[in-house]
C-alpha cells in the first residue's frame, strides 16, 4: 500500500479546550457577518473551526455534537483558498487523526460561489465548510424519522461552528442557497453524499 505524500495529507495543530470567552458571551455576540477582509485564516484557527463542528472529545465515539444512535451521519469538508502553508483545494476532514485529505488541488471557491447561486462571502471567504450527510446511516436504523435526526444534528454542528468563529473573532454564516447537485461537482463528493450547509469564514471588514 503506497504513503500518501505530505501534499495529500495534512495534519493539523492540536485543538485546544479552553477560550477566551465564555459561552454566554459568544452566544451574545454571534451574529450572520457576509463580508470578509482579504486575509488568510491560521492553520491553528482552522484547526479549531473543524473540531467544533465534528471534532472528538476525550473518546474515539464521542463528538462535538450529539448523534442519534451514535451512527454519526455527518462529513465535513473544507474549501481552502488562503490558509496559512495549506495550498488551495478541497479537503475531507478526518476528525479520528484531526488532518485534512485532499480531495481536488485548486481553489475551487469560484466554482463554489457559481453552486451557491453567486453569494459574493463565498468568493471573500479565507475558506468554507461544508457539512454534508449519508442519511442512510441513520435511516436504516431510525427509519424516515432519521431525516430529522440527521437536521437537527448538522444544525448543531454549524451553531457550534458560529460560537467558535466568536471566540476566535472570525465571521461566519449559514448558506442554505445552492444547487446540490453543482455543490457535489465542485467538492466531489460521493454520490450517497448530500451537501446541507455552507459556512464561509473570514476576518470580519
Known sequence: MTTPSPEKIKKLPRPLYEGNISVEEALAKRRSIRSYQDEMLYQVELSQLLWSALGITQHPDRHTVPSAGGLNPLALYTVIGHVESIRPGVYHYQPLENTLKE???????????????????????????????????????????????????????????????VSLGLGSVYVGAFRDEEVKAALGLPKDEHPLCLLPVGRIS
Open 103 to 165: 480531495i481536488l488541488p485548486g481553489d475551487q471557491r469560484r466554482v463554489l460561489h457559481r453552486a451557491a447561486l453567486e453569494q459574493d462571502m463565498i468568493l471573500q471567504a479565507a475558506a468554507i465548510l461544508v457539512i454534508s450527510a449519508i442519511y442512510e446511516r441513520t435511516t436504516v436504523k431510525c427509519g424516515d424519522r432519521g431525516v430529522q435526526y440527521v437536521h437537527m444534528e448538522v444544525g448543531a454542528a454549524a451553531q457550534n461552528v458560529a460560537l467558535q468563529c
